[in-house]
């Protein structure tokens, strides 16, 4: 009986190996394709909104920065007379430090900043404000407590920004998100409030 080449076990052995390489070799070109899929459609979006929650973040802490630095002030609104030193008012040093902040960092800016004044009675808790002018008067014999609100409303740009196509305006992912963050602290010298 005559065997044949091909029908032998080592033959057959080597038949098997070849095609078990040809199958991993695919799967292994394959992979750049689905990982380059995957980056797309999960990676990347999650790079966006991790930038935007930092931008946002730096945000939310100008507003705090400025009312922690606008509530030290001697006068809310207008700059004191005779007083040694450089006193700037409450209203200036809360635009200045926001505009400061943010003057370091891309993506992110602040559109307005406003600074208020919140009035809480301290004998039954009810608040009023705030208000965005200077007070006629301030209970200073321990009647009321006043904070300085400052709100800075601006924009968080997303890392990349898709344009056109079908998903249309999306704040956050083909436009940037708009925002209105609070910073709230006591002002220390209440009876610069008047001015």
Do not use: W
Request: hydrophobic share 40%; net charge positive; proline share 5%.
């Amino acid at each position: 009986m005559k065997m044949d080449n091909n029908n032998t076990p080592s033959a057959v052995k080597q038949k098997l190996q070849t095609r078990t390489r040809r199958s991993q070799g695919t799967s292994i070109a394959e992979l750049a394709g689905i990982l380059l899929v995957l980056f797309i459609f999960f990676a990347f979006p999650l790079m966006n909104l991790c930038a935007l929650g930092l931008r946002s973040s730096l945000l939310i802490s100008s507003a705090k920065e400025a009312s922690i630095r606008a509530s030290k002030s001697l006068t809310y609104s207008v700059a004191p007379s005779g007083v040694a030193g450089n006193n700037v008012p409450a209203i200036q040093v809360a635009q200045e430090t926001v505009k400061a902040y943010l003057a370091n960092f891309n993506g992110v800016k602040a559109t307005s900043v406003q600074v208020g004044i919140v009035t809480v009675n301290n004998s039954n808790g009810t608040k009023s404000g705030p208000v965005y002018s200077a007070l006629p008067t301030t209970d200073t014999t321990f009647g009321n407590t006043y904070y300085l609100d400052v709100v800075v409303t601006g924009q968080a740009e997303p890392l990349a920004s898709y344009s056109g196509g079908m998903l249309g305006s999306i704040p956050g992912l083909t436009s940037p998100i708009q925002l209105v963050c609070h910073g709230q602290r006591v002002f220390e010298n209440p009876k610069g409030l008047t001015l």
